[in-house]
Structure formats: C-alpha cells, structure tokens
C-alpha cells in the first residue's frame, strides 16, 4: 500500500492551497480516508477525515469553515482544499487510511496507513 501526498509549499496568510493524497494497492472505496498534521515540537494533530462509506466529513475545530476535504474514489485520490489560511497551520500534512473506520476518526494510531507527508509554510 502506498500513500503519496502532493500539494505542499510556501503560501501568504489568507492564501490557498490544496493537498492530493493518491493511494495504491488497497481497495480505496473501503477506506476511511483522513488528513493530520505535526507542527515542529507538537504532537500529530487530527484535521480532517471523510468516511469510506456515505462520504461523512469531519474537521478539528481550528480548521472547520476553512478546510474541505473531499474524494474521487475514481481517482483513489483524497484531497484537501485549505482557504484563509494561517501562520499556525504551518505543519507536516499527512494522509492516512483506515478499512472502515476507524471509530474515532480523530485518533491517529488507529489508522492503517500512512503518506510520507508534505510540508505547508504559510508565511505571516
């Protein structure tokens, strides 16, 4: 299985930016999809996450209202569409998958897979 994120750079504050997370070698359509982030010296952060079955969406609060996440199971790609966007969003992304899960969208450790992560700076 792997998961390649793409999508990362530098960006102003109040700027756009959108993440893809392509998938392989899995069965896309049968699993929860989701995106977390590690700012340098804090813990991996919960952002957002869709579900595998009936496309439920959910978000951390500091990101709801900015933040969409959305799939093309098509595609097996996830995406994550970031608008006005902040200093302290300024982290490592990564997309991560779980088969049919997990029951708590929001908790790493229960995800089955991992990307290697892209880098969004957002400057001030």
């Known amino acids: 299985v792997q998961l390649q994120a793409s999508g990362g750079g530098l960006v102003q504050a109040w700027g756009s930016l959108g993440l893809s997370c392509a998938a392989s070698?899995?069965?896309?359509?049968?699993?929860?999809m989701a995106w977390f982030r590690q700012a340098p010296g804090k813990e991996r952060e919960f952002v957002a996450a869709i579900m595998w079955s009936g496309g439920n969406t959910y978000y951390d609060a500091p990101t709801k209202g900015r933040f969409a996440i959305s799939r093309d199971n098509a595609k097996n790609t996830v995406y994550l569409q970031m608008n006005s966007l902040k200093p302290q969003d300024t982290a490592v992304y990564y997309c991560a998958a779980d088969f049919r899960g997990p029951p708590i969208v929001s908790s790493w450790p229960q995800y089955d897979y991992w990307g290697q992560g892209t880098l969004v700076t957002v400057s001030s």
């Open positions: 070698g899995l069965t896309f359509s049968s699993y929860t």
